[in-house]
């Protein structure tokens, strides 16, 4: 993926279509050109790059379910907004989402399964039903199934690429685009993206005694500026969950 000329062409979108699909594909871009990692031994520390990627990969580990709820925090040069969200996965299976105002006021309902993206708007009465291979004319780009669940379940890879490897307080990964700061356990802090004058800074913190980051961070430099944090108050692994779904009959199907 070509970061550059991905940001020219989302120039074309409206401002908020392009706030969103930049947050989607940031979120995306570690996962092209990756390779399966078959055996990898944890007893003997990272001696060079490749060792150290294959750790990180192999370190990811998906729950047959989890469910988070907390907040999201949106800021550009416009606007400054902080909604609630509920996350919903089951393991290769379906992703929900709900994001509603204060008050609990619902705005959207989401949810993606491997065959189909279902969609229901609250502000303006509407829906619809499409196929998942639909999903890169919202966003712009090839996404799948997969690499949806990646980014909800907090399993981030490192972009296959040729870094300078150092250790000190954590392993850092440095290359012409991309640099990676590593935790001793193999999780990602922080990662960066640069091309040009666009930068895109993402970061995971406050993890929990499951090694689950319970907060999120994402900053997007380029002619338009964005900022998001998403807080987890809850986080449950392997409780099995509904996905309610029901599109009321007045509205209106997007076609």
Same mark, same amino acid.
């Given at each position: 993926?070509?970061?550059? @000329?991905?940001?020219?062409?989302?120039?074309?979108?409206?401002?908020?279509?392009?706030?969103?699909?930049?947050?989607?594909?940031?979120?995306?871009?570690?996962?092209?050109?990756?390779?399966?990692?078959?055996?990898?031994? !944890?007893?003997?520390? &990272?001696?060079?790059?490749?060792?150290?990627?294959?750790?990180? /990969?192999?370190?990811? @580990?998906?729950?047959?379910?989890?469910?988070?709820?907390?907040?999201?925090?949106?800021?550009?040069?416009?606007?400054?907004?902080?909604?609630?969200? +509920?996350?919903? =996965? %089951?393991?290769?299976?379906?992703?929900?989402?709900?994001?509603?105002? &204060?008050?609990?006021?619902?705005?959207? %309902?989401?949810?993606? #399964? &491997?065959?189909?993206?279902?969609?229901?708007?609250? #502000? /303006?009465? #509407?829906?619809?039903?499409?196929?998942?291979? %639909?999903?890169?004319?919202?966003?712009? #780009?090839?996404?799948? !199934?997969?690499?949806?669940?990646?980014?909800?379940?907090?399993?981030? %890879?490192?972009?296959?690429?040729?870094?300078? !490897?150092?250790?000190?307080?954590?392993?850092?990964? @440095? +290359?012409?685009? !991309?640099?990676?700061?590593?935790?001793?356990?193999?999780?990602?802090?922080?990662?960066?993206?640069?091309?040009?004058? /666009?930068?895109?800074?993402?970061?995971?913190?406050?993890? /929990?005694? =499951? @090694?689950?980051?319970?907060?999120?961070?994402?900053?997007?430099?380029?002619?338009?500026?964005?900022?998001?944090?998403?807080?987890?108050?809850?986080?449950?692994?392997?409780?099995?969950?509904?996905?309610?779904?029901?599109?009321?009959?007045?509205?209106?199907?997007?076609?």
């Amino acid at each position: 993926m070509d970061l550059k @000329n991905y940001l020219k062409k989302s120039q074309k979108g409206s401002s908020m279509n392009k706030i969103y699909t930049l947050l989607i594909i940031s979120l995306l871009l570690h996962s092209c050109g990756l390779k399966k990692v078959d055996k990898v031994y !944890f007893s003997v520390p &990272p001696q060079n790059d490749k060792e150290l990627i294959a750790r990180v /990969n192999a370190k990811n @580990n998906y729950p047959e379910w989890l469910y988070l709820k907390g907040k999201i925090n949106l800021k550009n040069k416009d606007q400054n907004v902080t909604l609630n969200v +509920s996350v919903k =996965n %089951r393991k290769d299976s379906i992703i929900w989402l709900n994001i509603s105002a &204060p008050f609990g006021i619902e705005v959207f %309902r989401a949810q993606l #399964t &491997p065959d189909s993206i279902y969609f229901i708007n609250r #502000t /303006n009465k #509407t829906w619809f039903i499409k196929s998942s291979s %639909r999903i890169k004319d919202y966003l712009k #780009t090839e996404i799948s !199934f997969d690499e949806v669940q990646e980014m909800i379940t907090a399993n981030t %890879r490192v972009v296959k690429e040729k870094y300078s !490897f150092s250790k000190d307080e954590h392993y850092t990964l @440095n +290359s012409q685009y !991309f640099n990676y700061t590593i935790s001793a356990f193999y999780r990602i802090l922080n990662a960066s993206l640069v091309e040009d004058e /666009n930068k895109i800074d993402y970061s995971f913190s406050d993890f /929990n005694e =499951n @090694n689950f980051p319970k907060e999120f961070s994402l900053k997007i430099k380029s002619k338009e500026n964005f900022e998001a944090t998403l807080n987890y108050s809850k986080i449950e692994f392997n409780s099995q969950q509904i996905f309610p779904f029901k599109i009321p009959d007045s509205y209106v199907e997007i076609k």
